[in-house]
């Protein structure tokens, strides 16, 4: 039979802490990934700004595959609004400002976010 000093138990019971501790940090960590407060899979719309107020978009399209995405304009005309985006991509869409040009417009996907709904 051993018997085990003060000091080597503390020792033990502070390197089972330290684990306890990694493991806890690490979980929380893995928790946090898939947290509400992240973009959820479930997100369907995203959105981004435009430079200046527009009067109307057409053709909103992913740059390219040309496949089209169903979008709107915001009430004001600096933002649009797409339903079911698939990460990552890049878009076009033709813009027609208030003077009547035209333009085609390319948004980079880190110019995409999601849509936030505050309450």
Known sequence: MQIYSKERMRGNWYLTAVFLLIGLSYSS??????????????????????EKPVERI?????????????????IDGTRVVMDNYKKGQRVKL???????????????SCFIDPVRFDL
Request: charged residues 30%.
């Open 58 to 74: 057409e053709n909103l399209r992913y740059d390219q595959s040309g496949e089209p995405i169903r979008g709107r304009l915001n």
């Open 29 to 50: 960590a893995q928790s946090l990934k898939s947290d509400s407060m992240f973009v959820p899979a479930a997100v369907k719309q995203y959105q981004f700004n435009l």
């Open 94 to 108: 033709d813009v027609i400002y208030p003077d009547g040009t035209r333009e085609e417009v390319k948004k980079s």
